[in-house]
């Protein structure tokens, strides 16, 4: 709709309406959007799909829901709704087809890229949730947090994802420190955020995952944009621009057997760490993706890792996997000849929800 409205240069008035009514989740279609004379509604209903996406599958556990869409070139992609700890709901939305950071422990990293998608098509899998939560009374709650945290690398999609996120915050109702993005760390986006007067200052969650230089350019290629000591220059940065007591920088790191998960690895990240105030770490369990050379971390070196750093005062969470049965979560989201990659999880923290990891 987004183009739509730019190309129609209707008043702004009508695009009020127009945008207030395609967020409304009880509202189906451009004929039951009352707020416009009849004849426009009939021309919308001809001229502008209601939505981007096409459900091509929909998958339901307790604690999560898994959609697959269609888009408009029979590209497809995933988004997930999850249970968060105040019973309301977090989804998770992809920001690209595929993804061209190819980080080796994640399976959409295995696609690579194909498109961005356009503002509209992350809005609307945001739209699709609240509406689906709208027309079935029996569950109840409602969507109070967003990551982006599917499919693709949101800051390669910058504006598209930055102009969707404005808009979940004007017409949605949802508060900035409830919307959080992840990035592995990509350069130009990070440096757009600390300059761009639009950007809506909304949670960053950044995939760490290797606190040691070497280890991070051998598996997360875009180490090489930019180095450790860099990316930690850029938190103090973005922490004396944005921070505040509810405005945190979150590191998510995956434990992976054998990988980061050994004594030389917690002292790594505490070196990194050091001078770092108001952040959160997420240790997060890896699940097992086909043809990846990686291992899950057990439960008991986990935390015993965890241990080791709270000896360096350093405080971190486990998350709690969730909606493992229908495949959605940390570094599993990909779409294979229509198929999708196998073994999902969804986490929480605070509401903040693991899906998709770079």
Request: one cysteine or more; glycine letters at 6%; charged letters at 30%.
């Amino acid at each position: 709709m987004k183009t739509f409205l730019e190309d129609k240069n209707l008043p702004e008035y009508r695009q009020q309406q127009m945008r207030t009514a395609w967020f409304d989740p009880s509202i189906k279609n451009w004929e039951q959007v009352t707020t416009l004379p009849k004849e426009a509604r009939q021309i919308l209903s001809k001229s502008e799909p209601w939505s981007s996406l096409k459900l091509s599958s929909l998958q339901q556990s307790k604690t999560a829901l898994k959609a697959l869409f269609e888009l408009s070139d029979g590209k497809k992609i995933e988004s997930v709704l999850m249970i968060n700890p105040k019973g309301d709901w977090t989804a998770c939305l992809s920001s690209e087809v595929g993804c061209a950071m190819a980080c080796d422990f994640c399976a959409t990293g295995t696609m690579g890229f194909i498109r961005d998608l356009s503002s509209d098509e992350v809005s609307d899998q945001l739209r699709y949730w609240r509406q689906y939560l709208h027309e079935n009374e029996e569950i109840s709650g409602r969507v109070s947090n967003i990551v982006m945290m599917g499919m693709g690398e949101p800051l390669n999609n910058y504006e598209p994802v930055r102009d969707a996120i404005i808009d979940f915050i004007e017409y949605m109702e949802i508060g900035k420190t409830k919307i959080t993005l992840s990035t592995v760390g990509v350069k130009r986006g990070m440096e757009q955020i600390l300059t761009d007067p639009l950007w809506p200052d909304v949670r960053v969650a950044i995939s760490l995952h290797y606190p040691d230089q070497k280890k991070r350019v051998e598996h997360m290629p875009v180490a090489n944009q930019r180095s450790l000591e860099e990316l930690k220059d850029w938190c103090l940065r973005y922490l004396k621009q944005y921070g505040n007591r509810k405005h945190h920088i979150t590191f998510e790191y995956l434990m992976l057997e054998g990988k980061n998960d050994t004594q030389k690895d917690v002292r790594d990240l505490a070196k990194f760490l050091k001078g770092i105030d108001r952040y959160k770490i997420n240790l997060i369990p890896w699940n097992e993706v086909d043809n990846l050379n990686y291992n899950r971390a057990s439960r008991k070196r986990t935390e015993g890792f965890q241990e080791a750093l709270q000896k360096r005062g350093i405080r971190s969470t486990i998350r709690k996997s969730l909606g493992r049965e229908i495949d959605g979560g940390c570094g599993q989201l990909a779409v294979k000849e229509g198929e999708v990659a196998k073994n999902t999880e969804e986490t929480k923290d605070d509401g903040l929800i693991s899906i998709g990891f770079k």
